[in-house]
């Protein structure tokens, strides 16, 4: 059976508690609010713009670290090769920067093509392929669906036969541009 005292103990530790916790919670909060640090929402942006294969082609580890190094200014809009000229135009567009001259004289965007008749169907390439643009069962012929290839060119670095190679895609809509006019010469008379 408890007795008063120990209630009244009991409710004296409850309070000191409760009290302690509250004191605690607003020292945290005022810390919170001076010390904390801005946070650029920039690369959150940008790397929802990257096709996300984080195939290491433009040097970092991934589309994460190569969206940081955009937004910090140690790494071109046009650096990743499977996005192409569309999606550096619009990281060049949402950066507030200009691109350079030579992104619009870059390759063509690609995309992964299965050789019918060298295709063993050793799935290689399917564990290799990040965005699972290739379809196939083992020992079936595979098949790559070009709208979810971001041509990192994995799967073809793993085939064993040669099976796949890189074929430029077709120009849409999305990816055409206009050519550049030829330099005039100039006329001596």
């Known amino acids: ?18 009290l302690l916790g509250t004191a605690l919670g607003l020292i ?4 919170a609010r001076y010390l904390s640090m ?12 990257l096709p996300g294969s984080n195939c290491a082609q433009c040097g970092f580890a991934g589309c994460k670290q ?5 937004v910090e200014g140690r790494a071109a809009p046009n650096c990743c090769p499977p996005g192409g000229v569309s999606t ?11 691109l350079s001259a030579d992104a619009s004289d870059a ?6 093509w299965v050789d019918e008749e060298r295709c063993i169907g050793c799935t290689r390439c399917i564990r290799k ?19 979810a290839c971001y041509a990192c060119g994995l799967c073809q670095a793993e085939c064993p036969t040669d099976a796949i190679i890189m074929k430029p895609v077709l120009p849409t809509l999305a990816t055409w541009h206009w050519p550049k006019p030829a330099a005039k010469q100039a006329v001596t008379v």
């Open 1 to 18: 059976m408890m007795t008063a005292s120990t209630i009244i103990q009991a409710a004296e530790a409850v309070v000191a508690i409760g």
């Open 28 to 31: 945290l909060g005022v810390a």
């Open 38 to 49: 801005p946070v650029d929402n920039r690369t959150e942006s940008v790397a929802a713009l």
């Open 66 to 70: 190569a969206a940081a190094a955009m």
């Open 88 to 98: 550096a135009q619009r990281l060049a567009d949402l950066l507030g920067v200009r």
């Open 107 to 112: 390759a063509p965007q690609c995309v992964a």
């Open 129 to 147: 392929c990040g965005s699972d643009a290739i379809v196939g069962a083992l020992k079936q012929m595979h098949t790559v669906l070009p709208e």
